[in-house]
């Protein structure tokens, strides 16, 4: 899969580019299923929100067959490949939850200063590919993105440790309402099996969900193999230590799991 001339444009101007739909119902319920499985498990990778629900559960591709596809899948991969030039390996792979009624705020904040400051990534050449498992909707809580600011650098942050269960390195309230000033804020909402993709040094956060419709996205941070982290301080399970290029898988790998039951039951 390849982006065209005038996407390539887009993204390197915006930071951010949504591609609606790109994969199928049928490959989208088989995530949405394993996903809730995950949730309900027991493990050290699924974190929770200080109330419980799940926020987000981490490296699920290295223990979930569905997972394990999407995180080689070329749908994925192959965009972000023809942006970096080179090779790609999986950086971080997540699942956020956003549980209906229950799902809190990521705050403000810079993916790439999280990278650099936790795991010891030399340049911001690793970027978030976000795959919608439900409906995003302008009420339940989508990721909000401030247009144009990958062009402001690797900003000055804080690690904020207490407003939810998961410490993040967030921006103050002075430079998110400059860099609005100047680039605005877009909501991104799409059906299953929309993806999005985004610079690493682009500005976003999400309201909490407190409507009834969760908003389950999958994250796959790729990141460039000649960019690997130098001095990681995360679990292995946050910050993977296999630098080795992912091989892709068929485009319909994931379409076939989804109908093996199926068939198999006929």
């Known amino acids: 899969m390849k982006l065209s001339r005038e ?25 949405a299923r394993e996903a809730i499985g995950i949730y309900d498990a027991n493990r050290p990778e ?24 999407l995180g080689a899948h070329p749908r994925m991969i192959e965009p972000v490949e023809q942006v970096f030039g080179e090779p790609v390996y999986m950086h971080q792979f997540k699942i956020n939850a956003k549980s209906a009624f229950t799902g809190d705020v990521w705050q403000w904040h810079q993916d790439y200063g999280t990278w650099k400051r936790d795991d010891g990534m030399p340049e911001p050449r690793a970027m978030n590919i976000a795959i919608f498992l439900d409906e995003v909707m302008p009420i339940n809580g989508p990721l909000m993105l401030v247009p144009r600011s990958q062009n402001a650098g690797d900003l000055q942050a804080s690690h904020d440790l207490s407003t939810t269960s998961y410490p993040l390195w967030t921006l103050d309230e002075d430079t998110v309402t400059r860099l609005v000033k100047q680039g605005g804020i877009v909501a991104p909402t799409g059906k299953p099996g929309g993806m999005l993709m985004f610079h690493g040094n682009l500005v976003h956060g999400s309201s909490g969900n407190i ?6 996205i999958v994250y796959l ?3 460039a193999v000649s960019n690997y982290i130098r001095t990681p301080t ?19 790998a994931l379409l076939r799991l989804a109908r093996a039951p199926r068939q198999a039951a006929e």
């Open 234 to 252: 995360r679990p292995e399970y946050i910050a993977h230590r296999d630098f080795t290029p992912i091989k892709t898988v068929d485009d319909d």
């Open 211 to 216: 409507t009834p419709y969760p908003r389950k």
């Open 7 to 31: 996407q390539l444009e887009f993204f390197h101007r915006e930071g951010w580019l949504f591609l609606p739909e790109l994969f199928a119902q049928e490959e989208v319920d088989l995530l």
């Open 221 to 223: 941070t790729l990141n």
């Open 46 to 69: 699924v974190w929770r929100e200080k109330s419980g629900a799940p926020r987000t559960a981490f490296a699920a591709h290295l223990y979930n067959e569905a997972f394990g596809i």
